[in-house]
């Protein structure tokens, strides 16, 4: 479920994924790990930061469900059509 972050070359501040892990270290929700190369640093969920990741997506799923009830199946398969729409245009 959860995969690779990355930064696309030329986005986002110098040092922003550095600070952001160092943040998410010290509230014990990651670890850094040694890389096959010493230059790289994997970025690994703790037990507490994976518990903290599924509790999140769960309330997630429960507040879409919540904004979709009034819709009939119709009116959400179409919102679901337009939002992949609407997604594929950014690529």
Known sequence: MWGKMSCP???GQRGGWSV???KLEAQELVQRCAGEDR???LIQ???QGLAF???T???L???CA???RPFSAAEQREFHRLLTRLLGNTR
Do not use: H, P
Request: aromatic residues 4%.
């Open 66 to 68: 919540a904004l979709m």
């Open 9 to 11: 070359q030329g986005r």
């Open 39 to 41: 230059r790289v640093k």
């Open 57 to 59: 997506f769960a309330a």
């Open 61 to 63: 799923q429960r507040v």
């Open 53 to 55: 990741a599924e509790e």
């Open 20 to 22: 952001l892990i160092d």
């Open 45 to 47: 969920l703790t037990e």
